[in-house]
Nanobody, 115 residues
Framework: QVQFVESGGGLVQPGGSLRLSCVAS????????MGWYRQAPGAQREFVAS???????NYADSVKGRFTISRDNAKNSVYLQMNSLKPEDTAVYYC?????????WGQGTQVTVSS
């Protein structure tokens, strides 16, 4: 069964940066699209970014130009570089498959943007 372990969150001031990491196990990582999702307090989980096995990338409009998704197949890892962070980016961030998500979500990593 696939497992996702996210890390790299924290407290950052508006305009700051963070880099999130996710390691996936129990899956053929290199052949699968991977994605980042987030859930703010009181809100539904939403799509943030995805990267296909061939490298095609998609972003939610709210993060375009500020976030960058990347992957390292040798490390079964996907990353999210977040720049110019805004208070509305505050959420728990999760990784999962990039097209049809697995029901096995990880614990996520908390990102708080506040002065």
């Amino acid at each position: 069964q696939v497992q996702f372990v996210e890390s790299g969150g924290g407290l950052v001031q508006p305009g700051g940066s963070l880099r999130l990491s996710c390691v996936a196990s129990g899956t053929i990582f290199s052949k699968l699209a991977m994605g980042w999702y987030r859930q703010a307090p009181g809100a539904q989980r939403e799509f943030v970014a995805s990267i296909m096995s061939g490298g095609n990338i998609n972003y939610a409009d709210s993060v375009k130009g500020r976030f960058t998704i990347s992957r390292d197949n040798a490390k079964n890892s996907v990353y999210l570089q977040m720049n110019s962070l805004k208070p509305e980016d505050t959420a728990v961030y999760y990784c999962n498959y990039g097209i049809k998500t697995s029901p096995s979500w990880g614990q996520g990593t908390q990102v708080t943007v506040s002065s």
